[in-house]
């Protein structure tokens, strides 16, 4: 039986201020290694599932270092490729109080940023997998990255693997002329699983997101204009079977709420609302919800509401963990989600 799930993306160094300090006042980095579907392997593999992560990193120590991490949380690097100048980064200011975070990218000329189709054995990679999972983000950092992409996504469906697509959209990374909103339909057009925030559905549909506005857990959502947006949203994506967003309300830097919807083959599904205080590390908390569910989706298909608690709860977790990586375990994210009831799920 075909178990592994195969994600595909770069990973860079992030580095930060101690303190929430602002990137232009003196003191030491913090140093933590990150990237969307490197935080998606990552989280999968604390869950327990099978997982191939897919990159280009330089043959040097700092790629090393990269593949000796993800083996340390039990992920597959066996396909990294090799080659290529230095490794990408970013620069991390934290929010605190009424300041907002601030990200500055060092990814151009990367090793991740000059690979091309026709690198990677996709037919290998794909002789025994049971899903693939990349993003947008991963179409953005370049041209070549961008067809590197796109190959993979059409190796993929010629293989009959189905395909997660998060729409990951990041305005600032997208400087090699492409219109960021075509590339992203184009890329969802291809999914099975559509994942994306509010801000990112209204991107590739082009109709204007449903405001979120929870102050706290007893906000009450518009399941009736969550049901008819979606609705749009499949005639406008016909191959996708299911579409997951995440709703946050970011009320201050460090309490945020936090929500979702699940609209699996023509049924919405709700969940309760995460009223999170304080924020240790908002970094990652989509590429949490993302794995959770499709580690949901493999084990309990056949429960959507069971996947989408689940989901939810794993990414309202990580605002918990400092870094990009999500290191809940499955018994520990049942244990949050039971003890805030209504739902009671057997820890499987």
Request: with cysteine.
């Given at each position: 039986m075909?178990?592994?799930?195969?994600?595909?993306g770069?990973?860079?160094l992030?580095?930060?201020?101690?303190?929430?300090k602002?990137?232009i006042?003196?003191?030491d980095?913090?140093?933590?290694?990150?990237g969307?579907?490197?935080?998606v392997a990552?989280?999968l593999?604390?869950?327990?599932?099978?997982?191939?992560?897919?990159t280009?990193?330089?043959?040097n120590?700092?790629?090393q270092a990269?593949?000796?991490?993800?083996?340390?949380?039990?992920?597959?690097?066996n396909s990294?490729?090799?080659?290529g100048?230095?490794?990408?980064s970013?620069?991390?200011?934290?929010?605190?109080?009424?300041?907002?975070?601030s990200v500055?990218?060092?990814?151009?000329?990367s090793?991740f940023y000059n690979?091309?189709s026709?690198?990677?054995?996709?037919?290998k990679?794909?002789?025994?997998?049971?899903?693939?999972?990349?993003s947008?983000?991963?179409a953005?950092?370049?041209?070549?990255?961008y067809?590197?992409t796109?190959?993979?996504?059409?190796?993929a469906r010629?293989?009959?693997?189905?395909v997660?697509?998060d729409?990951?959209?990041?305005?600032?990374l997208?400087?090699?002329?492409?219109e960021?909103?075509?590339?992203?339909?184009?890329?969802?057009q291809?999914?099975?699983i559509?994942?994306?925030d509010?801000?990112?559905?209204e991107?590739?549909s082009g109709?204007?997101?449903i405001?979120?506005?929870a102050?706290?857990?007893?906000?009450?959502?518009?399941?009736?204009?969550y049901?008819?947006y979606?609705e749009?949203?499949q005639k406008?994506?016909?191959k996708a079977?299911?579409?997951?967003?995440?709703?946050?309300n970011?009320i201050?830097?460090?309490?945020?709420t936090?929500?979702?919807?699940?609209?699996?083959?023509?049924?919405?599904?709700t969940?309760?609302?995460?009223d999170?205080?304080?924020i240790?590390?908002?970094m990652?908390?989509?590429?949490?919800?993302?794995a959770a569910f499709?580690?949901s989706?493999?084990h309990?298909?056949d429960?959507?509401?069971?996947?989408?608690d689940?989901?939810?709860t794993?990414?309202?977790m990580?605002n918990?963990?400092?870094?990009?990586?999500?290191?809940?375990?499955e018994?520990?994210?049942?244990?949050?989600?039971?003890a805030?009831?209504?739902f009671?799920?057997d820890?499987?």
């Amino acid at each position: 039986m075909k178990n592994k799930i195969v994600t595909f993306g770069e990973i860079l160094l992030r580095l930060s201020k101690h303190s929430r300090k602002r990137l232009i006042q003196a003191g030491d980095f913090v140093e933590f290694f990150g990237g969307s579907e490197a935080n998606v392997a990552v989280s999968l593999s604390t869950l327990g599932d099978n997982v191939q992560y897919i990159t280009r990193v330089p043959d040097n120590l700092m790629g090393q270092a990269v593949s000796l991490k993800m083996r340390t949380y039990g992920v597959n690097t066996n396909s990294f490729i090799y080659g290529g100048p230095r490794l990408g980064s970013y620069y991390f200011e934290e929010a605190a109080a009424m300041r907002n975070s601030s990200v500055v990218y060092d990814r151009q000329d990367s090793s991740f940023y000059n690979i091309t189709s026709g690198m990677i054995d996709w037919k290998k990679v794909f002789s025994n997998a049971a899903l693939y999972h990349t993003s947008g983000i991963s179409a953005a950092v370049s041209q070549s990255a961008y067809w590197a992409t796109w190959e993979s996504i059409k190796e993929a469906r010629n293989a009959g693997v189905p395909v997660s697509f998060d729409v990951n959209y990041r305005k600032n990374l997208w400087g090699y002329g492409a219109e960021p909103a075509d590339v992203l339909r184009q890329f969802s057009q291809q999914a099975d699983i559509i994942f994306g925030d509010q801000n990112e559905f209204e991107v590739i549909s082009g109709i204007p997101a449903i405001p979120f506005k929870a102050m706290d857990a007893d906000y009450e959502i518009d399941v009736e204009a969550y049901r008819q947006y979606f609705e749009k949203v499949q005639k406008m994506y016909p191959k996708a079977k299911v579409f997951l967003m995440a709703v946050r309300n970011q009320i201050a830097s460090s309490h945020h709420t936090l929500s979702g919807m699940l609209y699996f083959h023509g049924k919405l599904y709700t969940t309760r609302i995460y009223d999170i205080l304080p924020i240790v590390d908002p970094m990652g908390v989509g590429d949490a919800f993302c794995a959770a569910f499709l580690h949901s989706i493999t084990h309990w298909k056949d429960d959507p509401q069971k996947c989408l608690d689940f989901s939810l709860t794993a990414s309202a977790m990580k605002n918990t963990i400092p870094g990009d990586f999500n290191l809940n375990t499955e018994d520990e994210i049942f244990e949050v989600l039971n003890a805030k009831g209504p739902f009671e799920y057997d820890i499987a």
